[in-house]
């Protein structure tokens, strides 16, 4: 499946090999990513779509927000990513 904006994506490569991110643009053939935390939204990770493995297609209320370009918070993108997980520290900092 092709990954776009607002998808859950899987890093397969580098440090953050297992991490789960967000696509928050696309830019050729590298992704913008972010997951609140290691990633912000102020300063997201670039990483080459082959090094990147979809995983889902979250329909929740932070990717329709990444999709209209509405403004996002570490915050959200923690939580959304804890619920998807079924992690149980969703906003722990650090």
């Known amino acids: 499946m092709e990954i776009t904006r607002a998808?859950?994506?899987?890093?397969?490569?580098?440090?953050e090999r297992g991490k789960l991110f967000y696509?928050?643009?696309?830019?050729?053939?590298?992704?913008?990513?972010?997951?609140?935390?290691?990633?912000?939204v102020e300063a997201p990770k670039r990483k080459k779509r082959k090094h990147a493995r979809f995983v889902a297609d979250p329909g929740d209320r932070v990717a329709a927000k990444i999709r209209?370009?509405?403004?996002?918070?570490?915050?959200?993108?923690r939580k959304s990513i804890a619920?998807?997980?079924?992690?149980?520290?969703?906003?722990q900092e650090g």
């Open 7 to 15: 998808h859950l994506v899987e890093a397969t490569a580098g440090r």
């Open 23 to 40: 696509v928050l643009r696309t830019d050729g053939d590298y992704l913008l990513l972010a997951d609140g935390k290691s990633r912000r």
């Open 68 to 77: 209209a370009d509405e403004k996002i918070t570490n915050s959200e993108l």
């Open 83 to 91: 619920s998807y997980s079924g992690a149980d520290n969703s906003d």
